[in-house]
Protein backbone atom coordinates (compact mmCIF):
# COMPACT_ATOMS: atom_id res chain seq x y z
CA UNK A 1 0.00 0.00 0.00
CA UNK A 2 1.33 3.32 -1.05
CA UNK A 3 2.15 5.54 1.66
CA UNK A 4 1.07 9.77 1.89
CA UNK A 5 3.67 12.30 1.62
CA UNK A 6 3.60 14.28 5.23
CA UNK A 7 2.43 17.40 4.79
CA UNK A 8 5.00 19.08 7.62
CA UNK A 9 8.44 20.61 6.22
CA UNK A 10 11.43 18.51 7.11
CA UNK A 11 14.02 20.55 9.14
CA UNK A 12 16.30 20.31 6.65
CA UNK A 13 14.16 21.29 4.55
CA UNK A 14 13.53 24.39 6.87
CA UNK A 15 17.07 25.40 7.71
CA UNK A 16 17.45 25.00 3.85
CA UNK A 17 14.84 27.47 3.22
CA UNK A 18 15.98 29.77 5.96
CA UNK A 19 19.26 29.99 3.97
CA UNK A 20 17.92 31.24 0.92
CA UNK A 21 15.37 33.32 2.24
CA UNK A 22 18.02 35.45 4.41
CA UNK A 23 20.20 35.59 1.03
CA UNK A 24 17.48 37.06 -0.69
CA UNK A 25 16.92 39.17 2.58
CA UNK A 26 20.47 39.97 2.80
CA UNK A 27 21.01 40.88 -0.92
CA UNK A 28 18.24 43.77 -0.57
CA UNK A 29 19.93 47.33 -0.63
CA UNK A 30 19.35 49.23 1.86
CA UNK A 31 17.58 46.99 4.20
CA UNK A 32 18.75 47.79 8.09
CA UNK A 33 19.20 44.18 10.23
CA UNK A 34 15.75 45.14 11.73
CA UNK A 35 14.01 45.13 8.13
CA UNK A 36 15.46 42.20 7.12
CA UNK A 37 15.05 39.99 10.26
CA UNK A 38 11.07 40.67 9.86
CA UNK A 39 11.01 40.12 6.14
CA UNK A 40 12.28 36.72 6.73
CA UNK A 41 9.94 35.97 9.08
CA UNK A 42 7.21 37.16 6.91
CA UNK A 43 8.34 35.00 3.84
CA UNK A 44 8.49 32.16 6.19
CA UNK A 45 5.03 31.96 7.26
CA UNK A 46 4.00 32.66 3.65
CA UNK A 47 5.92 29.72 2.69
CA UNK A 48 4.35 27.48 5.62
CA UNK A 49 0.61 28.29 4.90
CA UNK A 50 1.15 26.54 1.74
CA UNK A 51 -0.95 22.99 2.38
CA UNK A 52 -0.10 20.05 0.42
CA UNK A 53 -2.95 17.74 -0.66
CA UNK A 54 -3.97 14.80 -2.51
CA UNK A 55 -6.39 14.71 -5.25
CA UNK A 56 -8.83 12.14 -7.09
CA UNK A 57 -9.98 11.72 -10.39
CA UNK A 58 -13.76 11.19 -11.01
CA UNK A 59 -14.95 8.09 -12.85
CA UNK A 60 -17.45 7.11 -14.60
CA UNK A 61 -19.16 3.72 -14.12
CA UNK A 62 -22.31 1.87 -13.84
CA UNK A 63 -23.45 2.12 -10.15
CA UNK A 64 -25.75 -0.86 -8.54
CA UNK A 65 -28.26 0.51 -6.05
CA UNK A 66 -28.81 -1.94 -3.49
CA UNK A 67 -30.73 -2.39 0.21
CA UNK A 68 -29.91 -5.46 2.53
CA UNK A 69 -32.21 -6.35 5.01
CA UNK A 70 -33.36 -8.40 7.48
CA UNK A 71 -35.42 -10.77 5.84
CA UNK A 72 -37.85 -13.91 7.35
CA UNK A 73 -39.06 -16.92 6.42
CA UNK A 74 -42.74 -17.85 5.81
CA UNK A 75 -45.29 -20.23 4.81
CA UNK A 76 -46.93 -19.25 1.92
CA UNK A 77 -50.20 -20.04 3.03
CA UNK A 78 -51.19 -20.84 6.97
CA UNK A 79 -54.03 -21.86 8.66
CA UNK A 80 -55.13 -21.99 11.56
CA UNK A 81 -58.01 -24.75 12.00
CA UNK A 82 -61.00 -24.32 14.65
CA UNK A 83 -64.06 -26.03 14.82
CA UNK A 84 -67.09 -24.71 13.46
CA UNK A 85 -69.34 -26.79 16.01
CA UNK A 86 -68.82 -27.73 19.32
CA UNK A 87 -68.89 -31.51 20.55
CA UNK A 88 -66.45 -34.11 21.70
CA UNK A 89 -63.44 -35.34 19.82
CA UNK A 90 -63.80 -38.97 19.01
CA UNK A 91 -60.60 -39.51 17.01
CA UNK A 92 -57.04 -37.41 15.92
CA UNK A 93 -55.90 -38.31 12.92
CA UNK A 94 -52.03 -36.79 12.43
CA UNK A 95 -49.70 -35.27 14.40
CA UNK A 96 -47.00 -32.37 14.23
CA UNK A 97 -44.74 -32.87 11.38
CA UNK A 98 -47.04 -35.08 9.17
CA UNK A 99 -47.53 -34.16 5.53
CA UNK A 100 -51.23 -33.85 4.41
CA UNK A 101 -52.81 -33.16 1.10
CA UNK A 102 -55.91 -30.84 0.88
CA UNK A 103 -59.47 -32.45 1.65
CA UNK A 104 -57.64 -34.73 3.91
CA UNK A 105 -59.40 -35.65 7.47
CA UNK A 106 -57.01 -34.50 10.62
CA UNK A 107 -59.86 -35.37 13.38
CA UNK A 108 -63.38 -36.41 13.96
CA UNK A 109 -66.03 -34.84 16.55
CA UNK A 110 -69.36 -36.56 18.07
CA UNK A 111 -72.07 -34.48 18.14
CA UNK A 112 -75.08 -36.80 19.60
CA UNK A 113 -78.10 -34.27 19.66
CA UNK A 114 -77.21 -33.23 15.72
CA UNK A 115 -77.10 -36.58 14.81
CA UNK A 116 -80.31 -37.02 17.00
CA UNK A 117 -81.68 -33.97 15.29
CA UNK A 118 -81.27 -35.34 11.95
CA UNK A 119 -82.85 -38.95 12.73
CA UNK A 120 -86.30 -36.90 13.81
CA UNK A 121 -85.95 -34.54 10.55
CA UNK A 122 -85.84 -37.86 8.58
CA UNK A 123 -89.35 -39.40 10.58
CA UNK A 124 -90.68 -36.25 9.39
CA UNK A 125 -89.64 -35.70 5.29
CA UNK A 126 -91.35 -39.81 5.35
CA UNK A 127 -94.65 -38.55 6.81
CA UNK A 128 -94.67 -35.22 5.37
CA UNK A 129 -93.77 -37.46 2.02
CA UNK A 130 -96.81 -39.82 2.90
CA UNK A 131 -98.90 -36.53 3.37
CA UNK A 132 -97.93 -34.99 0.17
CA UNK A 133 -98.69 -38.72 -2.25
CA UNK A 134 -102.20 -38.63 0.16
CA UNK A 135 -102.91 -35.10 -1.03
CA UNK A 136 -101.85 -35.91 -4.88
CA UNK A 137 -104.46 -38.67 -5.05
CA UNK A 138 -107.42 -36.67 -3.24
CA UNK A 139 -106.24 -33.96 -6.59
CA UNK A 140 -106.55 -37.03 -8.80
CA UNK A 141 -110.06 -37.71 -7.45
CA UNK A 142 -111.18 -33.96 -7.58
CA UNK A 143 -109.93 -34.13 -11.14
CA UNK A 144 -111.64 -37.02 -11.66
CA UNK A 145 -115.19 -35.74 -10.22
CA UNK A 146 -114.63 -32.57 -12.10
CA UNK A 147 -114.65 -34.56 -15.61
CA UNK A 148 -117.90 -36.57 -14.38
CA UNK A 149 -119.39 -33.44 -13.60
CA UNK A 150 -118.79 -31.84 -16.79
CA UNK A 151 -119.85 -34.94 -18.95
CA UNK A 152 -123.19 -34.74 -16.78
CA UNK A 153 -123.32 -31.45 -17.47
CA UNK A 154 -123.02 -31.72 -21.15
CA UNK A 155 -125.64 -34.68 -21.05
CA UNK A 156 -128.18 -31.94 -19.65
CA UNK A 157 -127.09 -29.17 -21.97
CA UNK A 158 -127.67 -32.47 -25.29
CA UNK A 159 -130.92 -33.06 -23.22
CA UNK A 160 -132.76 -30.25 -22.88
CA UNK A 161 -131.75 -29.44 -26.52
CA UNK A 162 -133.91 -32.74 -26.85
CA UNK A 163 -136.93 -31.30 -25.06
CA UNK A 164 -136.90 -28.18 -26.83
CA UNK A 165 -136.98 -29.66 -29.92
CA UNK A 166 -139.73 -31.77 -29.10
CA UNK A 167 -141.74 -28.99 -27.41
CA UNK A 168 -141.20 -26.71 -30.33
CA UNK A 169 -142.75 -30.09 -32.93
CA UNK A 170 -145.35 -30.67 -30.61
CA UNK A 171 -146.87 -27.10 -30.50
CA UNK A 172 -147.03 -27.15 -34.16
CA UNK A 173 -148.56 -29.95 -33.86
CA UNK A 174 -151.13 -28.14 -31.19
CA UNK A 175 -151.63 -25.37 -32.86
CA UNK A 176 -152.52 -27.63 -36.40
CA UNK A 177 -154.88 -29.78 -34.42
CA UNK A 178 -156.87 -26.77 -32.89
CA UNK A 179 -157.16 -25.40 -36.82
CA UNK A 180 -158.63 -28.52 -37.76
CA UNK A 181 -161.02 -28.70 -35.08
CA UNK A 182 -162.45 -25.53 -35.55
CA UNK A 183 -163.07 -26.40 -39.45
CA UNK A 184 -164.76 -29.57 -38.04
CA UNK A 185 -162.03 -31.56 -39.99
CA UNK A 186 -161.35 -33.78 -36.63
CA UNK A 187 -162.70 -34.80 -33.74
CA UNK A 188 -161.85 -33.03 -29.91
CA UNK A 189 -159.84 -36.57 -28.91
CA UNK A 190 -157.08 -35.58 -31.31
CA UNK A 191 -156.96 -32.03 -29.85
CA UNK A 192 -156.65 -33.23 -26.16
CA UNK A 193 -154.11 -35.89 -27.27
CA UNK A 194 -151.86 -32.92 -29.10
CA UNK A 195 -152.57 -30.99 -25.62
CA UNK A 196 -151.44 -33.97 -23.31
CA UNK A 197 -148.01 -34.04 -25.84
CA UNK A 198 -147.90 -30.50 -25.55
CA UNK A 199 -148.39 -30.69 -21.57
CA UNK A 200 -145.69 -33.55 -21.49
CA UNK A 201 -142.80 -31.94 -23.62
CA UNK A 202 -143.42 -28.71 -21.26
CA UNK A 203 -142.86 -30.46 -18.45
CA UNK A 204 -139.87 -32.54 -20.05
CA UNK A 205 -138.13 -29.14 -20.57
CA UNK A 206 -138.62 -27.91 -17.33
CA UNK A 207 -137.22 -31.49 -15.85
CA UNK A 208 -134.11 -30.81 -18.18
CA UNK A 209 -133.34 -27.36 -17.11
CA UNK A 210 -133.30 -28.50 -13.69
CA UNK A 211 -130.80 -31.29 -14.25
CA UNK A 212 -128.59 -29.01 -16.57
CA UNK A 213 -128.36 -26.39 -13.61
CA UNK A 214 -128.10 -29.60 -11.17
CA UNK A 215 -124.94 -30.79 -13.49
CA UNK A 216 -123.65 -27.13 -13.54
CA UNK A 217 -124.18 -26.96 -9.50
CA UNK A 218 -122.11 -30.43 -9.36
CA UNK A 219 -119.42 -29.02 -11.68
CA UNK A 220 -118.65 -26.02 -9.69
CA UNK A 221 -118.60 -28.33 -6.77
CA UNK A 222 -116.45 -30.84 -8.24
CA UNK A 223 -113.98 -27.29 -9.09
CA UNK A 224 -114.15 -26.03 -5.74
CA UNK A 225 -112.68 -29.47 -4.44
CA UNK A 226 -110.31 -29.87 -6.93
CA UNK A 227 -108.72 -26.19 -6.07
CA UNK A 228 -108.70 -27.20 -2.39
CA UNK A 229 -106.54 -30.67 -2.78
CA UNK A 230 -104.36 -28.47 -5.26
CA UNK A 231 -103.40 -26.53 -2.55
CA UNK A 232 -103.13 -29.20 0.23
CA UNK A 233 -100.77 -30.97 -1.96
CA UNK A 234 -99.32 -27.51 -2.45
CA UNK A 235 -99.13 -27.13 1.46
CA UNK A 236 -97.97 -30.63 1.40
CA UNK A 237 -95.23 -30.15 -0.77
CA UNK A 238 -93.90 -26.93 0.90
CA UNK A 239 -93.49 -28.33 4.26
CA UNK A 240 -91.83 -31.77 2.64
CA UNK A 241 -89.54 -29.44 0.82
CA UNK A 242 -88.69 -27.42 4.52
CA UNK A 243 -88.39 -30.47 6.59
CA UNK A 244 -85.40 -31.17 3.28
CA UNK A 245 -84.15 -28.00 3.56
CA UNK A 246 -83.67 -28.88 7.67
CA UNK A 247 -82.14 -31.97 7.18
CA UNK A 248 -79.41 -30.52 4.66
CA UNK A 249 -78.71 -27.93 7.19
CA UNK A 250 -78.33 -30.61 9.86
CA UNK A 251 -75.98 -32.69 7.10
CA UNK A 252 -74.13 -30.04 6.46
CA UNK A 253 -73.72 -29.40 10.15
CA UNK A 254 -72.29 -32.84 10.73
CA UNK A 255 -69.53 -32.52 7.79
CA UNK A 256 -68.34 -29.86 10.14
CA UNK A 257 -67.60 -33.02 12.47
CA UNK A 258 -64.36 -34.40 10.20
CA UNK A 259 -61.74 -31.33 10.21
CA UNK A 260 -59.91 -31.45 7.13
CA UNK A 261 -57.08 -29.92 5.80
CA UNK A 262 -57.50 -26.62 3.32
CA UNK A 263 -54.48 -27.50 1.47
CA UNK A 264 -51.44 -29.15 0.87
CA UNK A 265 -48.99 -28.38 3.98
CA UNK A 266 -47.78 -29.63 7.31
CA UNK A 267 -48.96 -29.44 10.37
CA UNK A 268 -46.88 -27.38 12.43
CA UNK A 269 -49.16 -27.41 15.84
CA UNK A 270 -51.84 -29.85 17.52
CA UNK A 271 -53.67 -28.47 20.47
CA UNK A 272 -56.60 -31.80 20.36
CA UNK A 273 -56.52 -34.94 21.87
CA UNK A 274 -59.54 -37.76 21.67
CA UNK A 275 -62.02 -36.78 24.48
CA UNK A 276 -61.61 -32.99 24.28
CA UNK A 277 -64.14 -30.96 24.23
CA UNK A 278 -64.11 -28.12 21.89
CA UNK A 279 -66.45 -25.14 21.29
CA UNK A 280 -67.59 -24.26 18.00
CA UNK A 281 -66.57 -20.59 16.39
CA UNK A 282 -70.26 -20.06 16.07
CA UNK A 283 -70.65 -20.41 19.90
CA UNK A 284 -69.16 -19.02 22.90
CA UNK A 285 -66.98 -16.18 23.46
CA UNK A 286 -63.49 -16.07 21.52
CA UNK A 287 -61.31 -16.93 25.34
CA UNK A 288 -63.42 -20.79 24.84
CA UNK A 289 -62.37 -21.04 20.69
CA UNK A 290 -58.51 -22.40 19.90
CA UNK A 291 -57.03 -23.83 17.14
CA UNK A 292 -57.16 -27.28 17.50
CA UNK A 293 -54.07 -27.89 14.79
CA UNK A 294 -52.07 -25.47 12.00
CA UNK A 295 -51.33 -25.93 8.61
CA UNK A 296 -48.32 -24.93 6.86
CA UNK A 297 -48.01 -24.61 3.01
CA UNK A 298 -44.22 -25.22 2.64
CA UNK A 299 -43.48 -25.92 -0.77
CA UNK A 300 -43.23 -22.83 -1.97
CA UNK A 301 -42.53 -19.74 0.67
CA UNK A 302 -42.49 -15.86 0.93
CA UNK A 303 -39.31 -14.65 2.21
CA UNK A 304 -40.71 -10.99 3.72
CA UNK A 305 -38.17 -8.25 3.94
CA UNK A 306 -39.06 -4.42 5.21
CA UNK A 307 -37.98 -1.95 3.03
CA UNK A 308 -36.89 1.24 4.77
CA UNK A 309 -38.30 4.75 3.93
CA UNK A 310 -35.68 5.74 1.93
CA UNK A 311 -35.67 2.87 -0.23
CA UNK A 312 -38.93 2.12 -0.78
CA UNK A 313 -39.57 3.92 -3.62
CA UNK A 314 -36.85 2.08 -5.92
CA UNK A 315 -38.09 -1.45 -5.10
CA UNK A 316 -40.51 -3.27 -7.75
CA UNK A 317 -41.55 -6.34 -8.59
CA UNK A 318 -39.05 -8.29 -10.93
CA UNK A 319 -36.10 -6.59 -8.84
CA UNK A 320 -33.39 -9.06 -8.82
CA UNK A 321 -32.58 -10.19 -4.64
CA UNK A 322 -29.73 -12.39 -3.06
CA UNK A 323 -31.27 -14.09 0.48
CA UNK A 324 -28.62 -15.48 2.82
CA UNK A 325 -30.10 -17.45 5.74
CA UNK A 326 -27.95 -17.64 9.41
CA UNK A 327 -28.70 -21.10 8.70
CA UNK A 328 -27.20 -22.09 5.38
CA UNK A 329 -24.64 -19.51 5.20
CA UNK A 330 -23.06 -20.95 2.11
CA UNK A 331 -26.25 -21.21 0.41
CA UNK A 332 -27.34 -17.96 -0.84
CA UNK A 333 -30.79 -17.89 -3.21
CA UNK A 334 -31.08 -15.74 -5.55
CA UNK A 335 -34.56 -14.88 -6.71
CA UNK A 336 -36.75 -11.95 -7.56
CA UNK A 337 -39.26 -9.58 -5.80
CA UNK A 338 -42.65 -11.00 -5.99
CA UNK A 339 -44.67 -8.58 -4.95
CA UNK A 340 -44.86 -5.29 -2.30
CA UNK A 341 -47.48 -3.40 0.06
CA UNK A 342 -47.06 -0.13 -1.96
CA UNK A 343 -47.49 1.65 1.31
CA UNK A 344 -45.50 2.49 4.59
CA UNK A 345 -46.62 1.16 7.94
CA UNK A 346 -46.69 4.00 9.90
CA UNK A 347 -45.58 2.89 13.17
CA UNK A 348 -42.22 1.26 11.36
CA UNK A 349 -41.82 4.00 8.44
CA UNK A 350 -41.17 0.41 6.02
CA UNK A 351 -43.03 -1.45 3.24
CA UNK A 352 -43.62 -5.05 3.10
CA UNK A 353 -41.91 -6.72 0.30
CA UNK A 354 -42.06 -10.39 -0.36
CA UNK A 355 -40.25 -12.87 -2.22
CA UNK A 356 -41.67 -16.20 -3.08
CA UNK A 357 -38.88 -19.34 -3.61
CA UNK A 358 -39.38 -23.22 -4.04
CA UNK A 359 -39.10 -25.34 -0.92
CA UNK A 360 -39.74 -28.63 -2.50
CA UNK A 361 -36.77 -30.11 -1.09
CA UNK A 362 -38.01 -29.12 1.99
CA UNK A 363 -34.44 -27.43 3.13
CA UNK A 364 -35.67 -23.82 3.90
CA UNK A 365 -38.29 -23.96 7.15
CA UNK A 366 -40.43 -21.61 8.15
CA UNK A 367 -38.90 -18.68 10.95
CA UNK A 368 -35.72 -18.54 9.44
CA UNK A 369 -33.87 -15.47 9.34
CA UNK A 370 -31.29 -13.78 6.95
CA UNK A 371 -30.56 -11.23 5.34
CA UNK A 372 -32.21 -9.92 1.78
CA UNK A 373 -30.19 -7.77 -0.34
CA UNK A 374 -32.44 -5.89 -3.32
CA UNK A 375 -31.07 -4.82 -6.56
CA UNK A 376 -33.70 -1.94 -6.82
CA UNK A 377 -32.10 0.68 -9.67
CA UNK A 378 -28.60 0.85 -11.72
CA UNK A 379 -27.78 3.84 -12.75
CA UNK A 380 -25.67 4.08 -16.08
CA UNK A 381 -22.22 5.99 -16.13
CA UNK A 382 -22.40 7.34 -12.78
CA UNK A 383 -19.78 9.66 -11.72
CA UNK A 384 -18.27 8.25 -8.52
CA UNK A 385 -15.87 9.04 -5.87
CA UNK A 386 -13.89 7.77 -3.25
CA UNK A 387 -16.08 8.26 -0.04
CA UNK A 388 -12.96 10.02 1.75
CA UNK A 389 -13.48 12.69 -0.48
CA UNK A 390 -16.83 13.81 0.82
CA UNK A 391 -17.44 16.41 3.24
CA UNK A 392 -20.41 18.18 5.32
CA UNK A 393 -21.11 21.32 6.22
CA UNK A 394 -22.32 21.84 9.60
CA UNK A 395 -26.42 21.29 8.45
CA UNK A 396 -25.31 18.41 6.84
CA UNK A 397 -25.25 19.17 3.56
CA UNK A 398 -22.55 17.15 1.40
CA UNK A 399 -19.75 18.99 -0.80
CA UNK A 400 -16.31 18.68 -2.25
CA UNK A 401 -13.15 21.06 -2.49
CA UNK A 402 -12.22 21.38 -5.82
CA UNK A 403 -8.63 22.35 -7.81
CA UNK A 404 -8.95 24.71 -10.69
CA UNK A 405 -5.68 25.84 -13.07
CA UNK A 406 -3.83 27.71 -9.99
CA UNK A 407 -4.09 24.51 -7.65
CA UNK A 408 -7.25 27.52 -5.68
CA UNK A 409 -9.27 25.97 -4.07
CA UNK A 410 -13.25 26.07 -4.79
CA UNK A 411 -16.11 24.58 -2.71
CA UNK A 412 -18.70 22.54 -4.60
CA UNK A 413 -21.76 20.91 -3.09
CA UNK A 414 -23.19 18.22 -4.50
CA UNK A 415 -26.25 15.71 -4.40
CA UNK A 416 -24.64 12.21 -3.85
CA UNK A 417 -26.60 8.64 -4.72
CA UNK A 418 -25.17 5.05 -3.40
CA UNK A 419 -23.12 5.15 -1.03
CA UNK A 420 -20.86 1.53 -0.16
CA UNK A 421 -18.35 3.11 2.21
CA UNK A 422 -15.74 2.98 0.20
CA UNK A 423 -17.17 4.98 -2.92
CA UNK A 424 -20.11 7.55 -3.00
CA UNK A 425 -21.92 8.18 -6.00
CA UNK A 426 -22.44 11.86 -6.92
CA UNK A 427 -25.70 12.21 -8.79
CA UNK A 428 -25.51 16.34 -9.62
CA UNK A 429 -22.90 19.14 -8.96
CA UNK A 430 -20.22 17.52 -10.85
CA UNK A 431 -19.83 16.55 -14.40
CA UNK A 432 -16.50 14.29 -14.67
CA UNK A 433 -13.20 16.30 -15.42
CA UNK A 434 -12.86 18.03 -11.75
CA UNK A 435 -9.89 17.93 -9.91
CA UNK A 436 -11.40 16.65 -6.69
CA UNK A 437 -8.93 17.33 -3.24
CA UNK A 438 -8.76 13.98 -1.18
CA UNK A 439 -8.54 13.45 2.45
CA UNK A 440 -6.19 15.20 4.40
CA UNK A 441 -5.11 16.19 7.66
CA UNK A 442 -5.44 19.72 8.31
CA UNK A 443 -7.77 22.46 6.86
CA UNK A 444 -8.01 24.65 3.92
CA UNK A 445 -10.09 27.27 2.91
CA UNK A 446 -11.80 27.88 -0.45
CA UNK A 447 -9.70 30.27 -2.39
CA UNK A 448 -6.65 29.06 -0.72
CA UNK A 449 -3.82 27.77 -2.91
CA UNK A 450 -2.57 24.74 -2.45
CA UNK A 451 0.48 22.49 -3.64
CA UNK A 452 -0.72 19.52 -5.39
CA UNK A 453 0.98 15.78 -3.97
Do not use: W
Not at 57 to 64: F, G, L, N, R, Y
Not at 91 to 100: S, T, Y
Amino acid sequence: MGCRPDSRLSLKSVCTLVGVTFAVVASIPGCSERDRAEKLSNALQADAKISRVEVVATIQKDVVHTTSQPATVHPFFKADIISKISGYIEDVFVDIGDVVKAGQPLCKLTVPEIEKQREQIHARQQRLKAEVKKSEATVNVAVAQVRASEAEAEEAASNIKQVVARLIANKADLKRVVGLVERQAVTVAMLDEAQASNDVSEAAKVSAEAALRSAQAKKEIALAERDAAEAEVATARARHAESIKEGEELDAMLQYTTLRAPFDGVITTRSVDPGDFVTGASQGHGLLRRPLFHVDQQSRLRIRVAIPERDASEVDAGDPAVIRLDALPNAPIEAVVTRSAQRLDPSTRTMLAEIDVDNVSGQLLPGMFGCATITATISRNAIVLPASALRTDAVGEPYVFLLDKENRITKQVVTVGADDGHEIEVVSGLVGSERVVDAFVGSVEEGQVVEVV
